[in-house]
């Protein structure tokens, strides 16, 4: 006799390894067996598709059936309809049983229990308690992960040193925030208040920096392209390559070739040269005093009232999420007390949760629209540090005041100008754009004779500008 065995599950869905083999078994010339036993019709199957399936394949190889000692001719209707409607019934209350648990399961994921997936990395939760807990050897490890990336420390090798992967890394810094989403498949993501790993200001840096890793600093070209994924169209919005004429040597901000929207600058050729150092000296103007970031960064904020307002609205949302938290201490302390009932604590909870969700969703989006907006402290500290960085020599910087040097654009190096670029390109616009030089033609001159560049970026938000093209015409070589 031979056993099929194992840990299977009946139900709709699940793959049957070891059902699999019987019914292939089944169909060799050289049969290992003539019959199936089982315990129960419902361990046969609780999927009516697959158990008529299995059931005519044993018919059609002369395998006989039988629950524990009583034979069930396949040949005879009778028995075949009373194997069908126990494969009927057993799928119902399967699928009934499922979704009672996935529906309790959501129910305790909105008190906060987590119930679907692993604990959010560094996080303990203490199921007699109710109250969530921080591993704090872990906690320490994404800190010193976080704050070495961003002191410039490839995360490959961190994560080399760390014994994970970079994928693992980065899902942590995902999660290392004070809400932990749980999923169910079918229904909207439950947010959970958990223990915060780190501070919002450092994973806002650490979400920027992995942003400019995938646009201007994936990798390094054949040939220098100041401009390399910081330049866009200005009319669809994709990303301009570099290109060089072998011929003459000219260099050029171009469409690529395939995969993009034809536009008006689709078939033009953005001299770099003079595109790149009219940026800079545009950029070295205005950054070059603490006066003009000030100026640029007014300019870049072009809706002041807005973004106070939107400021305002987080700090309404923040009170909002202290009085929920102290009305469910209220609550509980009130079941304590048996001055409510449980059905009646459970509903009142339910509608704090569900607010809650709501105002944590909606501070979160109103984060993200003015995160590249800084306040009025920022503005004056950033004005003087940008200042600092690009108009001092590095060797006389001690001795003397930033105010009384004398600004020299030619004493920046090519990766000076790079690290410029960086500071200011580096994030992305209210309206979910990245921030770039975004070109257009001058329509004023002939095609192909003329473009125009605004400068879209952290601290500044320049009007249009006019660049002139090479006099020799770019040549496809």
Known sequence: MIKYAGQEHATPGWEREQLDKLLKDAKKSSKPFDAVIVVDPSRWSRDNIHNEQGLEELKQNGIRFFTLTAEHDLHDEQARFFLTMSAVINQYNARTTAKKSLLNRIERAKRGIPTSGDLPYGRTFDRKTGKWGITESEQKQLADIAQRYLNGEPMRHLAIEYGTSVEVIYLRLDRAGDVFYQRFKGHEPIAITVPRLLPDEILAEVKKKRQAQKTF?????????????????????????????????????????????????????????KLENRVVELLFDELGNPAGVQRAIDKAIPNKKQIEEKRQRIQQVQKELEQIANSRDRILVQIEKDTITEDQASDRLTKLKKREEHLRIEAERLREQIASVPDAGKVKEASKQIARRFRFDPNEHMKREIGRMDCDISRMTWDDKRHLLKTIFTGTLGDGRRMAVYVTRDKNKGRGKGWKFRIRGNFFLSVEHKVEPKSIPYRPH
């Open 217 to 273: 600093e994936h990798g390094k070209g054949k040939r220098q392209y100041l401009l390399g994924g910081m330049i866009c169209c200005g009319y669809c919005g994709a990303v301009l390559t570099g290109t060089h004429n072998n011929e003459y040597g000219n260099r050029y901000y171009r469409h690529k070739q395939r995969n993009e929207k034809k536009c008006d600058l689709w078939d033009g050729h953005v001299p770099a040269d």
